[in-house]
């Protein structure tokens, strides 16, 4: 080996040393830098010279030392696992944040609790049995049934306008996401031109990149991977976000009917962005991201009780043959569409913690205002004490339309229908006793058909104590009659091609709610509040109790607000009184609340723990970097003395052989 190769060898290690001192020095310079990753170089041996072949062996020497690779030392695994833990957190801060409104809303609507507001109607309904002639409590009861439904209002208007408002979160998040790809997609660009020809890393773009990625897991879950050219190719339940140098955009949609955002992707072809259909899971790492947080919190449209399965009653007399006998047939049919409703339930209402809230909400509103104006204006039962009646023959009559034109109205002899119960029902305390006034009434739709006949109209099984058939209709006195037909929610009044008017039944999905009994259709009767006198109760002198005071109404109002009266939730079987449901309600939105934020409490640890042993190994640790700032000077000091000697034998042979 000559004395040049030896020079080349000693400054070979100076360069190797020199490059490691930059490198440690680069490290301690970047201590504080977020999401910089700990450089270390790694050396190789230069090729072998061989100089010297015996039988024995083969002599070689080494020519120098050289910098191979100055690499990043990280954890893939828990880098994944981190991003996993941080979109899951996010997810569940979401959930917890709409709860916490949800709270907040109902706690204080407009400075009064909604709770004071049903104690109120209680009380009220106390002071009328004990003086229902008096004016004023009949006044004051009123306005507290007013007062109910403005609460009830101001509270679910506060819920659908959060819902609503919610919209401008998604949008932002999904600017944030497209802005983060475009980066990443840049990124990609510059890392594969970098490292091309194979000399160096593009360490601090990787750094970047990584600082990227783990801020976009907060707002989505995604997997990954990186290609030969190190290019990271991130997806999202397998649709592209971002392909080597090319990002995907995701976009907003408003949905037709309520306004509300979807994300959908914007020229992929994928669709929408997540499949907001299933109820959230952990397992499918569904429950992940802020923006998937907020989507399932927020659901899909405003939520009314409708949406909430009724589970058939076996006692129903619907079940019940014409010979008395059970019909199993045909419970068994009900109860397997009520199975099929409750998974939907599972999935889209009570999968969000906002449409939850509003259906359960809706349903104790229309639960009490049913019962009120059932007990003010009560429907016929049969024999049977079923509530519908089957009329022993078709009914034809005339009725007026919306603008008060007289139409013809039939009713068919096969199918049933509620009636006002003109006999027992009470009447008003005004000088015509009129019956049939509604406390709360939809705007949509008033209470009953008002249908004039020429005839009594009967039913084979709404007899009296001696066999005889009951008149259904009013007796006007005139050769006229009545019947008051009630228009039942999700049926509608349409005309035949005949030109004749009749109810059109529609399914649970039937999207327009004028007809039902929700929050935002409802207004106490504007004929009660131009005239208190309209209020029915007064008994009926049909019934022989002309003049008198109907009592008996309020003991049915206070024992029917003591009852039971529905399940909170299709997959509990516990049935609840209007007050205990309301505090059921309440409680169980707490309840989540605290299991949601003891997730986040888990999920952010368990974040920190994983970042901990992130940081354990790509960050940057002062004193090993001191110490490797020693190791390349002493290496460097090394190689340099090596080189002295190297250059003293070289003067030496210079001088002497010369």
Excluded at 106 to 127: C, D, P
Aim: proline share 2%.
């Amino acid at each position: 080996m000559s004395l040049f190769t030896s020079l080349q060898n000693g400054v070979s290690g100076l360069n190797a040393a020199s490059a490691g001192l930059n490198t440690t020095s680069h490290n301690l310079a970047n201590t504080k830098t977020a999401g910089y990753t700990r450089q270390q170089n790694i050396q190789k041996d230069m090729y072998y010279q061989t100089f010297k072949v015996t039988n024995n062996a083969t002599m070689k020497v080494g020519m120098g030392t050289y910098v191979a690779d100055v690499r990043q030392i990280r954890d893939m695994f828990l880098d994944k696992e981190y991003r996993l833990q941080v979109s899951r957190q996010s997810f569940y801060e979401k959930q917890v944040e709409c709860e916490q409104e949800v709270e907040d809303i109902f706690g204080e609507t407009e400075g009064v609790e909604f709770r004071n507001s049903m104690e109120s109607i209680w009380e009220a309904v106390q002071n009328l049995s004990t003086n229902p002639e008096s004016v004023v409590n009949r006044q004051l009861f009123i306005a507290q049934c007013e007062s109910f439904i403005e609460t009830a209002k101001n509270a679910y208007n506060a819920i659908t306008k959060y819902q609503t408002g919610l919209n401008n979160e998604v949008a932002k998040q999904v600017k944030e996401i497209n802005s983060i790809a475009d980066q990443i997609a840049d990124l990609n660009k510059v890392i594969a031109e970098k490292e091309a020809a194979g000399i160096e890393n593009a360490n601090d773009y990787r750094d970047q990149r990584n600082l990227l990625m783990d801020k976009l897991a907060g707002y989505t879950y995604y997997t990954y991977n990186e290609d030969v050219d190190g290019k990271v190719q991130i997806y999202i339940d397998d649709a592209p976000l971002v392909i080597e140098t090319k990002s995907f955009h995701m976009k907003t949609e408003s949905a037709t009917q309520t306004g509300m955002y979807n994300v959908v992707w914007e020229d992929s072809g994928f669709g929408e962005v997540y499949n907001t259909d299933e109820a959230y899971s952990t397992a499918k790492k569904t429950d992940t991201g802020s923006l998937l947080g907020i989507l399932t919190a927020r659901g899909k449209k405003n939520a009314v009780y409708s949406d909430i399965p009724q589970q058939p009653d076996p006692n129903d007399t619907k079940y019940q043959k014409t010979d008395g006998s059970f019909n199993q047939d045909l419970y068994d049919e009900d109860y397997g569409k009520y199975k099929d409703k409750v998974e939907l339930y599972n999935n889209t209402t009570g999968n969000s913690i906002l449409t939850q809230a509003e259906a359960q909400f809706d349903l104790l509103i229309h639960g009490v205002v049913t019962m009120l104006n059932d007990i003010f204006c009560p429907n016929v039962k049969d024999d049977s004490g079923s509530s519908k009646i089957q009329f022993n023959t078709a009914v034809e009559g005339t009725t007026k339309d919306e603008v008060g034109n007289d139409i013809t109205f039939k009713l068919d002899a096969t199918k049933k229908y509620k009636i006002l119960d003109v006999k027992n029902t009470p009447v008003g305390a005004d000088d015509d006793e009129t019956i049939g006034t509604e406390l709360f009434t939809r705007t949509g739709s008033s209470r009953y058909t008002k249908i004039t006949l020429t005839g009594q109209v009967y039913a084979d099984n709404y007899t009296d104590e001696d066999g005889n058939q009951i008149g259904l209709a009013k007796d006007n006195g005139d050769g006229t009659f009545t019947l008051y037909v009630y228009n039942e929610e999700n049926v509608t009044i349409e005309k035949g091609t005949d030109g004749k008017y009749t109810y059109v039944e529609h399914g649970d999905d039937y999207t327009e709610k004028t007809s039902m009994y929700t929050i935002t259709n409802l207004q106490i009767n504007p004929d009660i509040l131009a005239d208190y006198s309209l209020l029915p109760i007064k008994a009926n002198s049909a019934g022989g109790d002309s003049g008198a005071y109907a009592q008996e109404i309020y003991k049915e109002i206070l024992t029917a607000w003591k009852s039971d009266f529905a399940v909170l939730d299709p997959n509990t079987k516990t049935s609840y009184t209007y007050d205990e449901y309301y505090n059921e309600m309440i409680g169980n939105f707490g309840s989540k609340g605290k299991v949601w934020q003891t997730v986040v409490d888990n999920q952010e640890k368990l974040a920190q723990e994983v970042e901990s042993k992130r940081q354990q190994v790509s960050g940057v640790s002062t004193d090993e970097e001191l110490t490797s700032l020693l190791t390349y000077q002493h290496a460097y000091n090394a190689a340099s003395r090596y080189i002295n000697v190297v250059n003293q034998m070289l003067e030496h042979l210079i001088e002497r052989l010369g």
